[in-house]
């Protein structure tokens, strides 16, 4: 038989261990929450973030736009309109077949000039038309301009979200920025190609080049910090290649899905 | 009448559920109220039959409280847990079956004056299992909280290790009593169960106080 000692020792021994192990229990359960709440919160900060450039790329979208607009009014619809203008007042009383045609010209392309530039007032367009005809659109512009030849290629038939679409798009418009403000290029390539397993966006230009060491030291370093960022919330990295008189490549590059 | 140290702690909980009713309202945790009042009227019964009235038996007391607190925790972790569909049947039977069960022991097996410790130990084992499952819905939810900063934390806390540490000491209830087992001259029970009611109401207190709070955490709902 054992003694009354022994047996009180024995039930204080597992009420000590049955509450012990209800309270490791229990931070156990607070060590977890603290740990998923770090979780949710940077879940939520990411969030913020893609939330924020989307905000601030659309801005920057529905800008340049804008932009667009009143260049093509001022620069073009308004000239053409004027010169139809100029025409009619020196129109004598029975104007000539040739004249009336050339007049009839002006004011049709200020027309086509006016339903291009309505279309483009849309910035929905990503959205609507899709991440790749948008693209092509752009291309379409800057190769409109006579100034540079454009190539596009899309080997994988490249698919985004809608969101990541207009920020991606924003990006390719900042990088086309930069060609024709400081490249001297006369040839743009775009491609999309999948390569090991990740898809890759390249943007290649046949201009000046740079030394990619000095980026840092000059303005332009603040744009491609930007793009940097802009990649990174949309789950890519960017890389940068460069050479004097060997034109650029930047390549915007999607981590493994 | 000597009220024992832990007496008050049950009392400041019950004070304190009645001046947090509003916050308690708001988290759905208003049974706390009357399971408060069922604790402290118990105590409070036990202490002057037996100062003023010379009772040495006051067990039909805690049979009572056993009997009438099983519906009231069952009903609170209802609230809590806001079970759906099946689980929702499942549960309201199993409360059911188990308070009728209880009320069968009490009027036909183990009687009134007899301390119902196949009842005691049933109702630890389904608030400790309630509690533990409380608890892991809270940790796994998907909102931002602290769960140090939770009312239900406190009262699922509370009750889990209040009962580990009855489940042994309210078990042995009956054998503790006829062997006479004793610490530092004092009965085994008595020793033990005031530390662990120190635990449960102020836990609960410390849970009342949260509910007060404005700010409103989430609820697993």
């Given at each position: 038989?054992?003694s ?44 913020k ?10 801005l ?34 029975n ?28 910035t929905?367009?990503i ?5 790749t ?12 301009t006579?100034?540079?030849?454009t ?12 969101d ?8 390719i ?19 999309i ?28 370093g ?26 650029t ?9 | ?5 832990f ?7 019950l ?7 509003k916050?308690?309202?708001?988290y759905?945790?208003s049974?706390?109220?009357p399971?408060?009042?069922?604790v402290?009227?118990?105590?409070t019964?036990s ?11 006051n ?25 759906k569909?099946k ?13 009728i ?8 097996f ?20 309630l ?12 909102a ?9 934390f406190?009262?699922?806390?509370g009750?889990?290790i ?12 009956q ?9 530092v ?13 120190v635990?449960?109401y ?5 849970a ?7 700010k ?6």
């Amino acid at each position: 038989m054992r003694s009354k000692e022994e047996i009180v020792f024995t039930i204080i021994i597992v009420i000590v261990i049955l509450v012990f192990l209800a309270i490791m229990f229990l931070v156990a359960l607070a060590r977890h929450n603290q740990r998923r709440n770090t979780l949710v919160f940077e879940n939520q900060q990411i969030k913020k973030d893609f939330e924020q450039t989307l905000l601030n790329t659309r801005l920057e979208i529905q800008e340049q736009t804008l932009n667009h607009i009143s260049t093509e009014i001022h620069d073009n619809i308004g000239q053409v309109l004027s010169l139809a203008r100029l025409q009619l007042n020196t129109l004598s009383t029975n104007p000539g077949e040739k004249d009336i045609d050339y007049t009839d010209n002006l004011l049709e392309k200020a027309i086509t000039d006016l339903r291009s530039l309505s279309h483009s007032l849309n910035t929905n367009s990503i959205k609507e038309k899709g991440f790749t005809p948008s693209v092509l659109k752009l291309l379409e512009q800057f190769e409109k301009t006579g100034k540079f030849k454009t190539f596009f290629y899309d080997e994988i038939n490249f698919d985004i979200s809608d969101d990541q679409g207009i920020i991606l798009f924003r990006i390719i418009q900042e990088v086309l920025n930069n060609i024709v403000k400081h490249a001297q290029a006369t040839e743009i390539q775009i491609r999309i190609e999948e390569i090991e397993g990740k898809k890759i966006i390249s943007i290649i230009d046949n201009g000046s080049g740079f030394d990619t060491k000095k980026i840092e030291s000059i303005n332009q370093g603040i744009g491609i910090k930007n793009i940097t960022s802009r990649a990174l919330v949309i789950g890519a990295k960017l890389s940068l290649f460069s050479q004097l008189n060997q034109g650029t490549t930047v390549r915007i590059i999607f981590k493994n899905e | 009448m000597e009220l024992s140290y832990f007496n008050y702690f049950q009392y400041a909980a019950l004070i304190s559920s009645l001046i947090f009713f509003k916050g308690l309202r708001r988290y759905q945790a208003s049974a706390m109220i009357p399971l408060m009042l069922v604790v402290c009227i118990v105590e409070t019964l036990s202490k002057i039959l037996k100062a003023y009235y010379g009772f040495t038996n006051n067990h039909f007391l805690y049979n009572i409280y056993i009997v009438s607190s099983t519906p009231l925790y069952f009903y609170m972790f209802y609230n809590f847990l806001d079970p759906k569909g099946k689980f929702k049947k499942i549960y309201v039977g199993v409360s059911l079956s188990v308070t009728i069960l209880f009320f069968y022991n009490l009027f036909f097996f183990e009687g009134f004056f007899r301390f119902n410790t196949l009842a005691i130990i049933f109702q630890q084992f389904f608030t400790t299992l309630l509690s533990v499952f409380l608890l892991f819905r809270l940790a796994t939810s998907q909102a931002y909280f602290k769960l140090s900063s939770h009312p239900y934390f406190w009262i699922a806390a509370g009750i889990l290790i209040f009962s580990m540490g009855t489940l042994v000491v309210l078990g042995l209830n009956q054998y503790i009593r006829i062997n006479n087992l004793t610490i530092v001259n004092k009965s085994l029970y008595r020793a033990i169960m005031p530390v662990l009611n120190v635990i449960l109401y102020s836990s609960f207190t410390y849970a009342f106080y949260l509910c007060a709070q404005k700010k409103k955490l989430y609820l697993p709902l």
